[in-house]
C-alpha cells in the first residue's frame, strides 16, 4: 500500500501538466477558429473543389484527420465545416455567404 500512493501521485501530477500543455498548444487553434469567417470557409472548399474536384471531400476529410493526429482539434473542426460546405457546393446549393438577406 506505501507504494501506490506516489504512484497515483505522480501519475496525477503528469496527466495534469499533459493537460496544461495540451490547453497552450491548442488556444493558438481556438484563436484562429474564432477569426474564419463563412466567407474564407467556403474560398477553402472552392479551391479544394478545384483542385481535387469530386474527391474534394474526400480532401478535406484527410486533412481534418491530419489536425486531429497531431491534437489540433479545432484545426480538425474547421476542416469539417470545409467539408460541408464542399458537400453544398458540389449539390448545387448556394454558399451561405451567397444567401440574399
Known amino acids: 500500500m506505501r507504494g ?3 504512484t497515483l501521485l505522480a501519475f ?9 500543455v495540451w490547453r ?5 487553434a481556438k ?3 474564432k477569426s474564419l469567417g463563412e466567407g474564407d470557409i467556403d474560398r ?7 483542385q481535387h474536384g469530386e474527391a474534394a471531400g474526400r ?3 484527410k486533412l481534418g484527420e491530419q489536425c486531429l493526429a497531431i491534437g489540433d482539434f479545432e484545426g480538425e473542426a ?6 460541408k460546405a464542399i458537400v453544398k457546393l458540389q449539390s448545387g446549393e448556394p454558399a451561405d455567404n451567397a444567401k440574399a438577406p
Do not use: H, Q, T, Y
Open 12 to 20: 496525477g501530477f503528469g496527466l495534469f501538466i499533459l493537460m496544461m
Open 44 to 50: 477553402s472548399a472552392d479551391e479544394l473543389i478545384a
Open 31 to 33: 484563436i484562429r477558429r
Open 4 to 6: 501506490i500512493f506516489p
Open 24 to 28: 497552450v498548444l491548442n488556444k493558438g
Open 78 to 83: 474547421v476542416w469539417k465545416l470545409v467539408a
Open 59 to 61: 480532401a478535406a476529410a
